[in-house]
């Protein structure tokens, strides 16, 4: 791709169009990444603004103004006050909400003072229609110094207009909006001089803003603090007056340039809706049907998908060991590589559809208001309102989940959702779960109505979310913070999901479930295979010669001796070799080595147990769950002479998946969100440990 | 002593006196609660916290702990 010619910010404060109109731009030519050191969504797209000319677009995090409280926020922050920023902008676009312009400019008023150059696209002019509203654009443009285009983002309106005003040459405003108090003066004059500023305003911010502009030296933020000490500027104490003033000029200029305001009640539907949605009784009602059905269809939907590439990675992980020829290499990729991708590709289905369903609420606004409902529920356990989405992102994946906490603002609150998501029932849970329950519960009815294994299935779901509340529960308690957490936010009217966005979001969450979990998964998976294939060389060699002797004892079938060869192998190899080790630890919860060795692959991602006890039992493959089920019925516990599997081993096991970590691409991640090894590694104790324990007294109390 | 916002019932409105915090009045002057702009309360959660407020025509949700950091004159 040719080099761009020029860069362009998209800025604005949340639920003004902002993603649509970078939909519009850019189409599919985005790429989603992160900003260098943190972990904020970096969402860079390309448009051709003419036959020559093409734009770097970069969509900004949705704010209010310049001084930041979340990270998202304090990114903006720090590309527009470093010009050595790579992505600082030649040209700034702000979108605008016309029906509600006021909150819109307090943001503009602080760009025009830093002297950047911008263009208003004033978006939902419909709406704005709607309510009456009237707004003279040629005066607003011309009071503000600065050109204005209408658009209508969810339409495309307007587009080629902005795409043609961006084309031409883009000056910044001559006005300037707010005046620095005179006593202060002299120190932005130093600052100003001392880092070559272009503005006051930018010298301002770096007096105001110091430890929030990473991009400054530590000897630089030095100088800034001593001038200011010298010169007793404190931070914050002229902040409240910056806004209020900046207020006043937006009045004066909305005062002449709107003509007509909109009328009062054309916010009437939304309002009907919100007196439903938010009912006492009703909105909590609305908020489990919405969630039940969220949950129903990322079963019943994602099943036929997962088969389908379930069965397609098998097949062709079949065809390539049947093809390639023999060699530690081509095993590699048929047993080893594709099915760790498609132990990958099989989470797209279910992830997809979840991302459907939270962009769908958040595109109508209704995810605010479940936000609202939930708050103050969530925040007796350590909680805020906004760890909701989060914590049902956990049920399909806790990877998007993780990612999915950087809008809470408060670091507190959103380490303990961290920290506990990973207890939410993901999908990988899911095939354990079904194997195990089928294993251990009568498929009869309770009063003939309730299936007993779809209640227990429930109620394995139900306790891995207790064990998330209650945990963030105590983490209330221990860890201490004075930050505070705030929930002033907008409540946006309602509107019909604009579905193009939702289908980006699809892609992106997919994309980024794909590249940063796969990696992990990949990697793991691949080290896996390598332990479970290999052993101490003469006994995996002499392995095919003892099954082979056995079998004409036994008079076995070529397909039995396969699987038996496959059995012996992993019994002896290393990862056979560690599932013994720990079998006197893992004892007292009921479990004998061969369960150990699904442990022990299964500490990667946990569906891998169904694989491994298939290899373990001789069962050729994992897909025929009824032999499966048949096979650990009839195993036979050696010292007891009764059956292996009884209940209290099954619900043993059971509870041991529900509640421990295994997934490493979680612990990948929860490392990356939290810059460090510190959490991972606690939240790895923590739950491996209240998983034995669980397992320990269930076992024991039900044997 | 002055009324505050989490004082107020459903459907009452005031103009904004001024803040009892400086530092979420800072970010409540952000969002547009401007001394001597009027404000409405719409209702509360099932819970009675958080509420919804509008001020100059725009819906937003405060807690109490917030809520009652904002004095009223009405």
């Known amino acids: 791709m040719e080099q761009p010619n020029i860069k362009i910010a998209l800025t604005g404060k949340p639920n003004s169009g902002k993603s649509s109109l970078f939909n519009h731009l850019t189409g599919l030519n985005q790429k989603i990444g992160n900003f260098p050191g943190v972990t904020v969504d970096k969402r860079i797209g390309f448009c051709q603004l003419d036959n020559n000319i093409q734009a770097e677009i970069i969509d900004l995090p949705g704010i209010y103004s310049l001084y930041p409280r979340t990270l998202d926020e304090k990114i903006v922050t720090e590309i527009f006050s470093d010009k050595n920023n790579s992505l600082y902008p030649d040209k700034v676009v702000l979108i605008a909400d016309a029906t509600n312009l006021k909150n819109c400019l307090l943001l503009l008023t602080q760009l025009i003072d830093l002297k950047i150059p911008t263009v208003i696209a004033l978006n939902m002019m419909d709406l704005a229609a709607k309510s009456g509203l009237s707004i003279d654009v040629k005066k607003l443009s011309a009071s503000l110094d600065m ?3 209408m658009i209508n983002a969810r339409k495309g309106h307007g587009i080629y207009e902005l795409k043609q005003l961006l084309l031409s040459p883009i000056k910044a405003s001559s006005k300037s909006v707010f005046q620095i108090d005179a006593e202060i003066k002299p120190v932005v004059k130093i600052i100003r001089d001392y880092f070559n500023l272009s503005s006051d305003y930018e010298a301002y911010h770096f007096l105001q803003q110091t430890d929030n502009l990473v991009f400054l030296k530590e000897e630089q933020r030095n100088f800034i603090k001593t001038i200011a000490r010298e010169h007793e500027f ?7 007056a ?3 003033m900046r207020y006043g000029f937006i009045q004066q200029l909305l005062n002449g340039a709107i003509v007509k305001p909109s009328h009062r009640d054309w916010k009437r539907v939304s309002h009907g809706i919100d007196r439903v949605l938010t009912h006492r009784v009703g909105g909590y009602l609305i908020f489990f049907v919405v969630l039940f059905l969220i949950f129903q269809s990322i079963f019943a939907w994602a099943q036929i998908p997962m088969d389908f590439i379930d069965t397609s990675f098998a097949r062709l992980s079949n065809v390539l060991s049947h093809e390639l020829p023999e060699g530690p290499f081509f095993e590699l990729l048929s047993q080893g590589i594709v099915p760790g991708i498609g132990g990958i590709v099989i989470f797209i289905p279910q992830i997809a559809i979840l991302f459907a369903f939270i962009s769908i609420l958040e595109e109508s606004g209704y995810m605010a208001r479940v936000v609202f409902l939930m708050d103050k529920i969530m925040r007796k356990f350590g909680l805020n309102g906004k760890s909701v989405v989060p914590l049902m992102s956990g ?4 990877i998007p989940a993780i990612m999915a906490t950087r809008t809470i603002d408060n670091w507190k609150d959103r380490l303990i959702t961290i920290f506990v998501t990973p207890f939410m029932s993901c999908s990988a849970r899911l095939p354990v779960y079904t194997i195990l329950v089928a294993l251990i519960i009568p498929d009869s009815k309770l009063f003939g109505f309730f299936n007993y294994q779809g209640l227990v299935l429930m109620g394995l779901y ?11 529960l ?10 505070r957490s705030f929930l002033i936010m907008e409540l946006p009217t309602y509107r019909m999901p604009k579905w193009s966005n939702v289908g980006y979001t699809i892609i992106e969450k997919t994309k980024a479930f794909v590249f940063e979990a796969g990696k992990v998964i990949l990697a793991i998976s691949i080290i896996l295979w390598v332990l479970a294939s290999y052993g101490p060389i003469e006994e995996m060699n002499s392995a095919k010669k003892i099954v082979r002797a056995e079998a004409v004892a036994l008079n076995l079938s070529e397909g039995e001796i396969q699987n038996r060869i496959a059995s012996y192998k992993l019994e002896h190899s290393y990862a056979g070799k560690l599932g013994k080790a720990i079998e006197p630890m893992i004892r007292p919860l009921g479990f004998d080595w061969k369960i150990g060795i699904a442990l022990v692959t299964s500490f990667a991602a946990r569906e891998v147990f169904v694989g491994t006890i298939a290899t373990i039992y001789s069962i050729g493959s994992a897909e025929d769950q009824p032999t499966i089920k048949q096979r650990l019925r009839n195993e036979i516990n050696a010292e007891t002479g009764g059956p292996r599997y009884t209940p209290a081993v099954g619900m043993s096991l059971l509870i041991f998946y529900t509640f ?9 991640i929860v490392k990356r969100e939290t810059k460090g090894w510190k959490w991972p590694l606690l939240q790895l104790f923590y739950m491996t440990s209240l998983a034995y324990l669980s397992a320990f007294f269930v076992y024991q109390i039900m044997s | 002593m002055a009324k505050n916002v989490a004082e107020m019932l459903p459907g009452e409105t005031a103009v904004i006196a001024g803040f009892t915090d400086d530092h979420i009045g800072l970010k409540l002057l952000e969002m547009g609660f401007l001394p001597g702009t009027a404000i409405r309360f719409n209702f509360s959660a099932p819970f009675g916290d958080p509420i919804c407020v509008s001020v100059s025509d725009v819906d937003l949700s405060l807690r109490l702990d917030e809520a009652s950091t904002i004095s009223i004159i009405n």
């Open chain 1, 474 to 483: 105590a983490m209330k308690f221990i860890i201490k913070t004075t930050e």
């Open chain 1, 395 to 398: 049920w399909a994946c806790a």
């Open chain 1, 660 to 668: 421990a970590m295994q997934c490493m691409s979680t612990l990948a």
């Open chain 1, 242 to 244: 910056e806004t209020v």
């Open chain 1, 147 to 149: 050109p204005v285009v």
């Open chain 1, 462 to 472: 139900l306790l891995g979310f207790l064990a998330a509340i209650f945990s963030a």
């Open chain 1, 234 to 240: 404190f931070p914050h104490k002229y902040q409240g």
